[in-house]
């Protein structure tokens, strides 16, 4: 693994960021975050059975930095959107699914709301949950926008609150997808980069 994710991962974790919140802020998977992390402890995980996981760090930095540049892409991602229906509500993952989301309800004309999962949650119990302080998903046509699916396990959980809430979630639309996924819980997933490993 590069030192300079193992050092990131390690400033982070100083500045009380969760395992989760890490894993986000890398574009990695909460597994690989939990290894970076460990390199930097002293208690290096290099043994046969505690490789470091496979997985490709995402620096959209050049992307993030810019409003201009983060509506375009918004505008394309919203495109994706569209083709799935009358959106009502747009579902922005936190953290960095949010501003994505934001700018793709202002495209298509839809409420927003954001989702709070469960990696970014202290309690052990806790569940993600939908924020209170944005728009109801109650019995509305709803699209989940993320900007990396790394093992689908937070669009997953997603899903699942949305149908608990009574919402209608139509599709999953992400900047990058890691994983190469079509579908989750019957619900498709959209990708403007599907990123593949060969070999």
Do not use: C
């Amino acid at each position: 693994m590069n030192e300079e994710l193992i050092q990131k991962a390690y400033e982070l974790r100083s500045r009380g960021f969760t395992t989760g919140e890490i894993a986000d802020e890398l574009n990695v998977s909460k597994d690989t975050a939990r290894w970076l992390i460990l390199q930097v402890t002293g208690k290096k995980m290099e043994t046969e059975t505690h490789k470091a996981p496979v997985d490709f760090a995402i620096d959209w930095k050049n992307l993030g930095s810019s409003s201009a540049r983060m509506m375009n892409v918004s505008a394309a991602m919203a495109d994706l959107a569209l083709e799935y229906g009358d959106v009502e509500v747009v579902v922005g993952i936190t953290v960095s699914g949010v501003p994505f989301a934001t700018m793709m309800a202002e495209i298509i004309g839809a409420d927003i709301t954001v989702f709070h999962p469960i990696k970014h949650r202290k309690e052990e119990d806790a569940r993600g949950a939908i924020s209170s302080n944005f728009a109801s998903v109650e019995g509305k046509n709803v699209v989940i926008v993320d900007d990396v699916i790394t093992s689908g396990k937070t669009i997953t959980e997603a899903i699942s609150v949305l149908n608990d809430l009574g919402a209608n979630p139509l599709g999953v639309v992400v900047l990058i997808d890691k994983k190469g996924i079509s579908e989750i819980g019957n619900v498709p997933v959209e990708s403007l980069i599907r990123v593949s490993r060969l070999g």
